[in-house]
């Protein structure tokens, strides 16, 4: 089995005392070996960043920012360039995230233009995908998901060198205690590889990674990343404590 991807995602959930805390409990409890078996990100919010990039260098623990702007630099009041994000040593950078598409109204075609400049900046993107719960109950999760893809990666030209990682996350699972099946999280990982055939041409496919994320906890991750078809998780509630995060990454190792 390939090494599989957890990644933590902090939101704005932590003080910046409560994150630098975490993160020298993280920095105690991941071992070499642990760090090794498993590629390990964690995405604190842009103040804590610098921190918490800090104290985690060399533990191999990755570090992730939750958005960038789609340009290097120029007059965008407020926005974080990726070129800054990279000066932190930011490995992993999340995008379209549900939170962002409901609550900043951050469209695919915006989030498209994200995507080429993280990677011409050497960023892996972490692209969210997923449906709400009217249009799963209207029957429209798949289609809905293969357009989130392609509109997001429409003329993406993605390198033998770098990495491409789509995260599966349906909106009604996020922090709601109710993770999908096991079993439908991989069907949809299929219909999103199919959509990449699509999209991106001529690419080498395995370079893209698929992970699932909504209420994936130490108790179910096995049921998830088991299967080949996923390769990894995105884990919002349970990667805020650093104990059950480790305790959830170990169970990831298979
Ligand atoms: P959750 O969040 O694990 O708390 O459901 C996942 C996410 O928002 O990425």
């Not at 999280?185 to 909504?214: F, M």
Request: charged share 25%; proline share 4%; with cysteine.
């Amino acid at each position: 089995m390939e090494k599989k991807i957890v990644i933590g995602n902090w939101k704005m959930k932590l003080t910046v005392e409560e994150s630098v805390k975490q993160a020298k409990q993280l920095k105690k409890l991941v071992t070499g070996k642990l760090a090794k078996s498993v590629d390990i990100g964690i995405a604190p919010d842009f103040l804590s960043l610098p921190l918490v990039s800090q104290i985690l260098k060399n533990t191999g623990v990755k570090l992730g920012a939750q958005d960038a702007w789609s340009e290097d630099f120029g007059s965008f009041t407020s926005q974080i360039s990726p070129v800054n994000l990279k000066y932190f040593s930011c490995h992993y950078l999340i995008l379209a995230h549900s939170e962002r598409r409901q609550f900043a109204h951050e469209d695919y075609v915006e989030v498209n233009k994200k995507i080429i400049t993280a990677l011409k900046n050497d960023l892996t993107p972490v692209l969210c995908v997923g449906e709400t719960f009217d249009e799963r109950k209207e029957g429209r999760k798949d289609l809905v998901i293969m357009q989130q893809v392609q509109t997001a990666l429409k003329g993406v030209d993605i390198k033998p060198e770098q990495n491409l990682i789509i995260a599966y996350e349906p909106v009604w699972a996020i922090g709601s205690g109710q993770a999908t099946q096991p079993e439908e999280a991989r069907h949809t990982a299929l219909i999103i590889k199919q959509s990449l055939i699509d999209v991106l041409e001529g690419a080498d496919l395995p370079l893209v990674k698929i992970l699932y994320g909504g209420s994936v906890t130490p108790e179910n991750i096995e049921s998830f990343v088991k299967t080949k078809e996923i390769d990894g998780a995105l884990v919002g509630g349970a990667s805020l404590e650093a104990g059950t995060f480790i305790e959830l990454i170990k169970k990831s190792v298979l």
